[in-house]
């Protein structure tokens, strides 16, 4: 019973990691677990996706806390591109967060450009939940 506990907090600091600039293979931590059928898939879902998602919305909380405190500050250029997404989308660019390197990217992006809280929360959980059922969902097909 322990180690099952331990395991579901293993995914989400691995999803929580995986959404922020730390490496992290929330992944693979997700498809060990599912072939362990040691968890109802449903419950690794929503643990990763819970992880990866506190993780895009830390890393928008950041563009916020920068645009207030550096208000004249240029981002770099990899974070001009996404600032540049953001501004043509909106927060629906979220649904893209799960993206490596792109979608670090565009949550900190959002958060400078001062997306609003609401519209950012449910696309960057769509985006992330999304992924995750992807893999949950052909981890079961396998099984």
Known sequence: MLDSQFSLIGLFVSALFSASILPGGSEAVLAALMSRHVHAP????????????????????????????????????????????????????????????????????????GTRTTPTLVYLVLGKGVRYAVIVVAMAMTA
């Open 42 to 113: 449903f419950t690794l879902w929503a643990v990763a996706t819970l992880g990866n998602a506190l993780g895009g919305i830390s890393t928008w909380y950041l563009g916020v806390w920068m645009r207030r405190k550096w208000p004249g500050r240029k981002l770099k250029q990899k974070h001009m591109r996404a600032v540049a997404r953001v501004r043509v989308y909106g927060a629906p660019a979220l649904l893209f967060s799960w993206l490596p390197i792109v979608g670090d990217a565009l949550c900190l992006a959002a958060g400078w450009l």
